[in-house]
């Protein structure tokens, strides 16, 4: 039977990602070396795939809820955003490319990782959660577009411990390159289910199908997203 040719194309583009990823390992013995190596790779194939309402960057997620430090509530570094640019503004452009951006246009994150490592992953998993879960106004209220979250690991793994994973209000999804194999939980679905094959074109789909599923309200009108700009800002305050 004849490939789709996505798939045959995401086989092409899936080899050439492993093949990036020895040339890396041959260069460099150092792990930050080759994780950002593969950091960048995939956020300059996301920005070449997908639809260009979706801004692919890297940095931090925060909210408006300011807690008595004054402080918003932030999110961990993140290797890839994807997030809508059209009305929010960056609250933060660090001098290495890095932003701070406002958590409701944000559609997905993605962790790039070397090996897996389920204490660390699992710990920014629910800061983020923390983080997401105190949209303002009516953001708050279309909790089905809460952002997926999605892990890509370099290295095989045979069956990773998911306990704590499962979140029946975003997909989560887990992909191995070199071992091709992939665990995932769509949207309304807190179980994971194994599967075998191209990692590179299931990360793809999931990150792909899952952000245009959301319909995220400031898309439609700018009215609520000022709002939560002014709060953000503290406008009026002065």
Known sequence: MQKHPWTEHLGFLNDSLLAQVKRARMGSRHPTIKGASIEEALRRILRQYLPSIYHIGTGQV????????????ISPQI?????????????????????????EPLFATVECKTKWHKKNVINNFSIL?????????????????????????????????LAG?????????????EGQRSWRSPFQTST????????????????????MRKNLPELGTLTETREAVRKYFGWGKR
């Open 165 to 177: 994973f499962e979140d029946k209000n975003r997909f989560v999804g887990i992909y191995t390159l």
């Open 192 to 211: 994971f289910t194994t599967h075998n094959g191209n990692s590179l074109e299931y990360f793809m789909k999931d990150v792909l199908e899952d952000s």
């Open 79 to 103: 290797d890839i955003l994807i997030y809508e640019r059209t009305t929010f503004p960056h609250l933060a452009v660090n001098e290495d490319g890095s932003v701070v951006i406002c958590c």
């Open 62 to 73: 925060a909210n408006n809820q300011v807690a008595d430090s004054k402080e918003h509530n």
């Open 129 to 161: 959660k923390a983080v997401e879960s105190k949209r303002y106004g009516t953001f708050l209220g279309a909790a089905d577009n809460f952002s997926g979250y999605f892990v890509f690991v370099i290295d095989s793994l045979k069956r990773p411990s």
